[in-house]
């Protein structure tokens, strides 16, 4: 073989060497590539209207949307009550967003019910009511009560099954009522979270950070998501005309990591909601 045959070989292997090498990386780079993060949205939607008792739904629905959101928590959801037109505001949602709602009934309200709902991207196999009952029973305006719950879902993430529990605390003044109910809240938790499934615990809890109900959910082992995820801002979400109370939460088992956190500014509901980006 000549000399300039075999140089010429030589640099054809080179250059192919090279070239491998190259795809290589890049095929690497593709393959490092994260996937999209899951978007929880927690949303005290006031019973479908906005802070000045304007029906709401569609700009609510929006702003859903807009958030590209996979699991929303909402909190104060009529289903076919008299105030709101006997309208059944999860399937209405359901039906704006694409997404596969559920409705967890707190109260039985004008003819319909009154608690609280989860939409997911996915579908929901399984759900069920925990119910949250206070002694002595909270005594609202007029000399009702308004008992609380918590929705516990079961969604078929493509990732794997997913258990999110939504709740809406008592908004009396004082821990009492709350510190009731968030201690089954975390029972039932716990027991989830025992099966090493994994959980997302959240709502409108109607306590601030330094308050002795939120010392109880991260004494239990909770990881409060703003924190975790270094949300931008104050987080305050109450009320949405000027916030002031941060009071709506998404909290996190061990090990969840996320990437960040953020409240949404809007005057779809009295309440901004909270959105938090979480790894896969």
């Not at 078929?156 to 099954?161: F, Q, S, V, Y």
């Not at 499934?197 to 959240?202: D, E, K, T």
């Not at 703003?226 to 270094?230: E, F, G, I, Q, Y």
């Given at each position: 073989?000549?000399?300039t045959r075999a140089n010429a070989l030589r640099t054809i292997a080179a250059t192919l060497l090279a070239t491998s090498g190259t795809l290589a990386a890049c095929t690497g780079h593709r393959a490092a590539t994260p996937a999209p993060p899951l978007r929880i949205l927690v949303y005290n939607i006031h019973a479908g209207t906005d802070a000045a008792q304007a029906p709401s739904l569609d700009?609510?629905?929006a702003v859903i949307r807009d958030a590209a959101a996979d699991i929303v928590l909402l909190q104060e959801v009529d289903s076919v009550v008299q105030r709101t037109g006997g309208i059944d505001e999860v399937a209405v949602l359901d039906s704006l967003t694409g997404l596969h709602g559920v409705f967890g009934r707190s109260l039985d309200f004008q003819g319909g019910g009154y608690g609280i709902a989860v939409l997911s991207r996915w579908p929901i196999v399984a759900d069920t009511v925990i119910r949250l009952p206070v002694f002595p029973p909270q005594e609202r305006a007029g000399g009702s009560h308004e008992p609380r719950s918590a929705l516990h879902v079961e969604i078929?993430?493509?990732?794997?099954?997913l258990h999110v529990i939504n709740t809406h605390l008592d908004a009396s003044r004082t821990d009492s009522a709350?510190?009731?109910e968030i201690g089954e809240v975390l029972a039932a938790a716990a027991a989830v979270r025992a099966?090493?499934?994994?959980?997302?615990?959240?709502?409108?809890?109607n306590s601030t950070p330094e308050s002795e109900t939120q010392h109880r959910v991260r004494d239990a082992g909770w990881q409060d998501a703003?924190?975790?995820?270094?949300g931008t801002g104050d987080g305050f979400s109450y009320p949405d005309d000027s916030p002031r109370k941060r009071i709506d939460y998404l909290y996190l088992g061990p090990g969840e990591r996320c990437r960040g956190a953020e409240v949404i500014e809007t005057h779809a509901s009295d309440h901004r909601p909270l959105l938090v980006l979480l790894e896969r």
């Open positions: 073989m000549s000399l700009r609510i629905a078929a993430a493509p990732d794997g099954r709350r510190l009731q099966s090493g499934a994994r959980v997302l615990l959240g709502g409108d809890l703003w924190a975790v995820c270094h």
